[in-house]
């Protein structure tokens, strides 16, 4: 069974830094589409970043600069540092996963697996 388990979110003040991790277990897929996407209350959800099968990375004009992703494939780890965080940023974070999707077609939000997220809360 697939389960991918978000940490390190929290509350900080703007300017301020959070690393969040994304565990993955029962996943043995090592070539694959892996994003994190957000979701503030009322609003849409919005993809921020993700590797595509290649291990090229993509984000969203909102982060871009501020956020960074990464992967440790021993661990089976993806990460999403963020930077210069603004109170825009406020939202809950999922990770998500999957083997065969068009990686960059399909928004990371409708990747098949997904984590039950993380909260981020920035304050002015």
């Known amino acids: 069974q697939v389960r991918l388990v978000e940490s390190g979110g929290g509350s900080v003040q703007a300017g301020g830094s959070l690393r969040l991790s994304c565990a993955a277990s029962?996943?043995?897929?090592?070539?694959?589409?892996m994003g994190w996407f957000r979701q503030a209350p009322g609003k849409e959800r919005e993809e921020v970043a993700h590797?595509?099968?290649?291990?090229?990375?993509s984000y969203a004009d909102s982060v871009r600069g501020r956020f960074t992703i990464s992967k440790d494939s021993r661990k089976n780890t993806r990460y999403l540092q963020m930077n210069n965080l603004k109170p825009e940023d406020t939202a809950m974070y999922y990770c998500t996963r999957d083997p065969t999707a068009d990686c960059n077609r399909l928004p990371s939000y409708d990747y098949r697996y997904r984590g039950k997220g993380t909260q981020v809360t920035v304050s002015s």
């Open positions: 029962g996943y043995t897929f090592s070539s694959d589409c």
């Open positions: 590797f595509d099968s290649t291990g090229r990375m």
